[in-house]
């Protein structure tokens, strides 16, 4: 198993950046999970952000983002991050870390699905005013 602990969440104006921290701890080598970003704003259903393969090669966004943020992971520190620039007031939600570590995770292209994760933070909440 693999416990995640999400961080750097906050309040930020339009246009603003953030960057979020998922910090891992298990028996388990953190570089053998593929590592997302999934996000869920009030009323709405959680929806994928963003993906990173074993060792950061590859990497997958959803349109949404792409150009804007940028995944990241460190194995040496068992933490993947999401630099999130030009935010906006859509980008206000609760932002949840995920961890695969079945079969899929060695997919040349991360995998966006949520049912793909096996583990998941508790979530840090970002709110982008305008």
């Known amino acids: 198993q693999i416990q995640l602990v999400e961080s750097g969440g906050g309040l930020v104006q339009a246009g603003g950046s953030l960057r979020l921290s998922c910090a891992a701890s298990g028996r388990r080598t953190f570089s053998t999970y593929a590592m997302a970003w999934f996000r869920q704003a009030p009323g709405k259903e959680r929806e994928f952000v963003a993906a990173?393969?074993?060792?950061?090669?590859?990497?997958n966004y959803a349109d949404s983002v792409l150009g804007r943020f940028t995944i990241s992971r460190d194995n040496a520190k068992n933490t993947v991050y999401l630099q999130m620039n030009s935010l906006k007031p859509e980008d206000t939600a609760v932002y949840y870390c995920?961890?695969?570590?079945?079969?899929?995770?060695?997919?040349?292209?991360?995998?966006?699905?949520?049912?793909?994760?096996?583990?998941w933070g508790q979530g840090t909440q970002v709110t982008v005013s305008s």
């Open positions: 990173i393969s074993w060792g950061g090669a590859s990497t």
């Open positions: 995920a961890a695969d570590g079945g079969p899929s995770s060695g997919s040349p292209i991360p995998r966006a699905g949520p049912n793909e994760y096996d583990y």
